[in-house]
């Protein structure tokens, strides 16, 4: 997670604070500055990784989890929210590497890590923490992980064959925007770095899940804690730095933690109206306090330079801890899901109307399945997002699962392509999508928090001003919540998701389609609460999709072979 | 047209490139094909107008050579492939392409194997002889005509299809500034041997815009050959040739290919420590040399075998395996409906499948196709599945066709490029159950063809067909795939069904109509004979096994065929598995087989290891032996 844009974003007027500690002088505290199976071809490689730079940063909201409730209760500030996020998620950046298209810019998600990306960290980072920790399974120190993700980039540089005259000709090839937007690669899911970051971090657990018998649906335990922020420091001698807020809920608690020199202070301050109030915790290395409330840490360097890096974490009363991973996601986490239509061979896109009526025909049916779709269109690059492989293959993006880690139950959006991109689901999107050119204007989206719809309104609020939206919504309205993609939760019964039930059976053994089917076990379309472990924190890909988990034991075994 | 005269003919040249007789006549001054000036008219034929050439500069032309008054090699020639064939062909003196005199064809048979042979010499000739086309010193020139030899004399081999151009200047340039005091002397000597047409043919020598139509279509690869030269007839002979288009693609593979793109992805191989060199892995495996039935199968100096797995069931058809080294399938030779068998050496168990025979991996390590019922597609996750016991293709991770015939070949496309398929005419080859006294046969006829599958991942659906396409291949079949999809190599028959060696093609798919087509024109022919093939993961070399009979007698170190030590191998048979530098041809033997034992279907994992399976004559028993051979022989 990128700290300063968390600051900017949850604290537009409080930049990070400049403090001169006591025993320096007067402290002053100045003007604060649903996966289903699917089959890849063409990855991120280490070159197409070094032209990208490291991923970048999605700007996640610490203060997003306050509005919890408002979010339930209401569908318009849900979708607003959602569009914010995604607005976040395709916010061009731009490569690290000069290429023959000036200017050249990816959506910030075509920057993250893929199911080869994470391949590649680990058996760089496992490979450097020697014989006896791997035979323990040991994890790896925070510093460890930190240089492995900043390292991904510099990976080509040490494989045989890349020398500088093949990189050169590399980059010399990426002649156009296709080929720019082929750079992320063709896997179905990709990873923000705090993501990634965090599969890294859990491989014994998730590992010991993949091969061991899966946890069951519920269990008593500690509740969850994850990560809000990890964030590297360099603070001069009796200065400091202020980070936040963070939201913690009520029954939770929220701990702040230091690696560094042992004068170091820490502080937790409660947020007054968005500014720093009463100090509540003020300790060396480490601060603990409990929700609820929205807090800032304060970081202080003694009489020595200060370089390190500060952890915060938040307990979770609403959740166990995940069984297969070391922690829950960190709030930093975004998970995509897309989903690629082959372009070439005149094959045409199939198009889901979305409409009242056509919501309506489709429930009726009994099937809650999305079907072939109502026709197909032909759509250039201007109005779906495209991209052409170096070997010549186009692939259009017709769908994508986004999944952010703010919430408890994940923020979980999904966007879906459509010829009448401005009706129903696309009717309020924002400017600040717009903004973002074509062909971004073209998708439309849904977006479930919870398992159940706590808006009590049926047209969610939209009536007056989007009534199309309206009533698309008041078709899809019930007890439980809904969010279903047409390209993406295609198999039968998946129609009537809401994501939430869905991911919640991720590495619980059951397979997408399977829970969308069993009334007896999984009711409503499973789309109900069946079970509090949650094991995989809802992330699907790790013995699905992209199995990401079998890149992580193929190391471990090898290593194993050795070790 | 020059005339030769006053120049004895002495050919020292390749078999395919012998004069017969070659007295024939002279071309008329009205042939079309070889006259001066006005001798190529734009007529109806469209022949070719020599005085209407465009210039344009390339790698083999110099304008300031004209500068420094060294007369051009070539002028390069603008006209478009279809018409340059005919031109071209025109003058050598097809008759398809309008040509009413015999001129090469009069000692040649102007075929198109002809042709591409030509081609590759020509090919040879500027990597290693016509190096430097600018003349930029003496010493260069001398070093150009020392190439011109082989041995002592020159030779037409040295020089392909720029033998035409022996009179014309630039050659006599050469010779002044490279061929010493006696330059004259040796000019008329390498003329007068090198030189084509050949003195006594009675022909003219082309003359200089001739040469450059000539020179221009070869170096474009003989584009459009197949358009104008009617189908060869069955071949008798193999005349071994290799065009500069196999080292430039195996350069090109080794950034680019399959070896490159596993290492880049970091694909973890059987039996290494990750990111160790290819050299040390496997080393904990036993040595073939340590055991009873292996003791003296090592052969070449410096590298092992290594044995990694011996099966209970005696193997049925080829063997092949997962591109990390992992799994090793073939069918088994069992009363079973589960006749496939998938080995996971990784887990030292072999995992029976409700399918047949025909294994083959895609180079991406992503899945394989194994043939039952209909062809089975599959994702490598499959294989990986913790405690797999069983397979039986209904998984999610498999589709099915009947599109993929038998004895296929599977690739995948680089850089995010389509998977392909390639079956066509083959032969079985179960050799070494029972004494196996020859290769197979190869009774491929003329209406031998070879067939392309496109698999395109789709998404939630897995391997769609998505087009076929066949190619001719006359005389041709057992066609294999290399893993970028880019070569084929066929094993070519002969009289009687006999095998006469292997042709190497490049592919090329146009995908951009309605409808898929392919182009295969050979760019090499080697002329050894043995099974089917496999290409290295960075296609610069081929492993063949070969079923040893009385004309290997020698190479193993016997007297000859009568030798009476060699008897046993005439009775029990044997083969040994050998290793192909694609862009030389030369052939090393890996594999001292003893009497009755059979060295079969070797194929690499995308490292360099090379796998092989070891079957025993009268032994249910087989192993499946890994050698490190490639990274002594390869350098």
Redesign the interface.
């Known amino acids: 997670m990128s700290r300063a844009s968390l600051v900017a974003r949850a604290l537009p007027v409080l930049p990070v604070l400049g403090v001169v500690l006591g025993g320096c002088g007067r402290p002053s505290v100045e003007a604060p500055s649903c996966e289903e199976l699917g089959v890849a071809i063409e990855a991120s490689g280490p070159g197409e990784r070094r032209v990208i730079g490291e991923a970048a940063p999605y700007e996640a909201d610490a203060m997003l989890a306050s509005r919890t409730n408002e979010l339930a209760t209401s569908q318009r500030a849900r979708r607003a929210a959602a569009w914010s996020a995604v607005a976040r998620v395709l916010a061009p950046v731009e490569l690290a590497e000069r290429t023959p298209v000036e200017g050249a810019r990816l959506p910030a998600f075509r920057t993250w890590h893929d199911r080869d990306d994470v391949n590649r960290m680990f058996q760089h980072a496992y490979a450097g923490i020697g014989a006896e920790r791997r035979r323990a399974r040991s994890p790896f120190a925070s510093a460890e992980l930190d240089e492995t993700i900043a390292w991904s980039p510099r990976a080509v540089d040490s494989i045989e064959g890349w020398t500088p005259e093949r990189f050169e000709a590399f980059v010399g090839g990426l002649h156009d925007q296709r080929a720019i937007d082929a750079l992320g690669g063709i896997r179905r899911v990709s990873m923000s770095s705090d993501a990634a970051r965090h599969v890294l971090a859990s491989y014994a657990e998730i590992t010991r899940c993949l091969d061991g018998e899966r946890p069951l649906p519920f269990v008593d335990g500690p509740p969850a804690t994850r990560s809000l922020a990890h964030v590297p420091l360099a603070i001069t001698r009796c200065h400091g730095t202020i980070e936040g807020p963070f939201f913690v809920a009520s029954g939770a608690s929220l701990r702040a933690s230091v690696e560094a020199a042992a004068d170091t202070r820490i502080s937790v301050h409660r947020s007054d109206d968005g500014l720093v109030g009463d100090t509540v915790c003020d300790h060396e290395a480490a601060c603990e306090v409990e929700g609820p409330g929205a807090f800032f840490v304060e970081v202080r360097a003694g009489a020595e330079d200060l370089a390190g890096t500060l952890d915060v974490e938040v307990s979770e009363p609403s959740r166990v801890a995940p069984d297969c991973l070391a922690a829950s996601f960190p709030m930093g986490a975004v998970t995509i899901a897309a989903h690629w239509e082959r372009a070439d061979f005149g094959l045409r896109l199939p198009i889901f109307d979305t409409s009242a009526p056509a919501m309506r025909r489709r429930f009726d049916d009994g099937t809650f399945t999305w079907g072939a779709g109502d026709g197909d269109a032909d759509p250039d690059d201007t109005s779906i997002y495209t991209m052409t492989l170096p070997a010549g293959a186009t692939y259009r993006l017709a769908g994508m699962h986004v999944r952010t880690r703010e919430l408890d139950h994940w923020l979980n959006i999904t966007l879906w392509w459509s010829p009448d991109p401005d009706t129903d689901f696309g009717a309020d999107r924002p400017a600040s999508i717009e903004a973002l050119g074509a062909p971004w204007g073209s998708y439309k989206m849904c977006v479930a928090i919870d398992f159940d719809e706590h808006d009590p309104d049926p047209s969610g609020g939209f009536a007056e001003d989007e009534p199309t939206l309206a009533a698309a919504l008041a078709e899809v309205h019930d007890t439980q919540s809904w969010c279903s993609n047409p390209y993406i939760d295609a198999a039968p019964g998946l129609l009537r998701g809401n994501c939430v039930g869905c991911h919640q059976h991720a590495m619980g053994e059951r397979a997408p389609g399977e829970i969308a089917l069993d009334e007896i076990r999984f009711p409503n379309g499973g789309r109900t609460r069946t079970r509090n472990n949650e094991p995989a924190d809802g992330f699907w890909s790790f013995d699905a999709g992209d199995d990401i988990g079998a890149v992580l034991r193929d190391t471990l075994t090898a290593w194993d072979a050795v070790d | 047209m020059q005339q030769r005269a006053g120049l004895a003919l002495a050919l020292g040249v390749s078999s395919s490139l012998a004069i017969v007789g070659c007295g024939g006549p002279t071309p008329s001054s009205d042939d079309a094909a070889v006259t001066p000036d006005a001798a190529m008219p734009m007529g109806t034929d469209g022949g070719p107008r020599v005085d209407a050439f465009t210039p344009v500069p390339d790698a083999y032309a110099s304008p300031d050579a004209y500068f420094e008054g060294v007369p051009p090699f070539r002028n390069p020639v603008a006209t478009p492939d279809a018409e340059l064939a005919r031109q071209a062909l025109r003058i050598l003196g097809a008759p398809s392409a309008g040509a009413t005199e015999v001129y090469c064809n009069d000692c040649h048979g102007l075929t198109r194997q002809t042709i591409r042979h030509w081609r590759a010499l020509s090919d040879t000739a500027l990597s290693e002889c016509l190096t430097d086309l600018e003349v930029s010193s003496d010493a260069s020139a001398a070093d150009m005509v020392a190439c011109f030899r082989n041995g002592d004399v020159y030779d037409t081999s040295r020089v392909g299809i720029f033998s035409t151009a022996a009179e014309l200047s630039w050659f006599e340039y050469v010779f002044r500034h490279g061929g010493g005091t006696a330059w004259e002397t040796e000019y008329a000597a390498f003329v007068e041997r090198a030189g084509m047409p050949a003195a006594d043919s009675g022909h003219p020598t082309l003359d200089q815009a001739q040469f450059d139509i000539l020179a221009e279509w070869f170096i474009r690869g003989v584009p459009g050959l197949d358009d104008v030269l009617p189908e060869d007839p069955a071949p008798t002979t193999c005349t071994p040739g290799i065009s500069a288009d196999v080292a430039a693609h195996g350069a090109r593979m080794?950034?680019m290919g399959w070896a490159?793109?596993n290492?880049?992805?970091?694909t973890?191989m059987f039996?290494?420590?990750?990111?160790a060199a290819p050299t040390t892995c496997l080393a904990t495996e036993e040595r073939a040399a340590d055991t009873t039935y292996g003791a003296e199968w090592d052969v070449v100096a410096g590298t092992t075998l290594r044995v990694l797995y011996t099966t209970d069931y005696r193997s049925a058809y080829w063997t092949r395996s997962s591109a990390d080294g992992r799994f090793v399938s073939h069918g088994a030779a069992v009363m079973s409906a589960q006749r496939g068998r998938f080995i996971d050496l990784?887990r030292d168990v072999a995992i029976p499948a409700s399918g047949n025979y025909d294994p083959s991996f895609f180079p991406?390590n992503?899945?394989f196709v194994f043939h039952g019922s209909r062809a089975y597609v599959c994702?490598q996750?499959l294989l990986?599945t913790?405690s797999l016991s069983t397979i039986t293709f209904t998984e999610?991770?498999c589709t099915n066709n009947r599109t993929i015939g038998l004895y296929e070949h599977v690739a995948?496309?680089?850089?995010?490029?389509?998977?392909w398929s390639v079956d066509g005419s083959f032969v079985s080859d179960d050799g070494g159950h029972d004494p196996t006294l020859d290769d197979p046969m190869t009774d491929f006829g003329s209406d031998s063809d070879t067939d392309f599958t496109r698999l395109?991942?789709?998404?939630?659906?897995?391997?769609r067909v998505?087009?076929t396409t066949s190619i001719s291949t006359p005389f041709e079949g057992d066609a294999v795939l290399a893993p970028s999809g880019e070569l084929i190599i066929n094993r070519i028959s002969g009289p009687g069904g006999r095998q006469l060696g292997y042709v190497l093609r490049g592919v090329s798919f146009d995908?951009s109509g309605?409808t898929l087509r392919a182009e295969a024109p050979e760019i090499a022919r080697y002329c050894f004979n043995g099974g089917k093939p496999a290409f290295s993961f960075d296609e610069q070399w081929m492993v063949i096994h070969h079923y040893l009979g009385a004309a290997d007698a020698v190479d193993l170190g016997f007297t000859g065929a009568s030798d009476p030590a060699f008897a046993e191998y005439l009775s029990q048979g044997a083969a040994n598995v050998y290793l192909v530098n694609l862009a030389t041809g030369a052939r090393t033997r890996l594999t001292n087989m003893q009497p009755g034992q059979y060295a079969l279907f070797p194929h690499f994992r995308a490292d360099g290891w090379i796998y092989f399976t070891v079957r025993t004559v009268g032994q249910r028993a087989e192993h499946i032996v890994a050698s490190d051979a490639l990274f002594t022989v390869g350098g």
């Open positions: 080794a950034t490159q793109r290492r880049d992805a970091g973890l039996g290494c420590a990750p990111g990784q991406d992503s899945g994702e996750s990986t913790p999610s991770q995948a496309g680089l850089m995010g490029g389509d998977y395109v991942n789709v998404a939630d659906e897995g391997f998505m087009g995908t309605p």
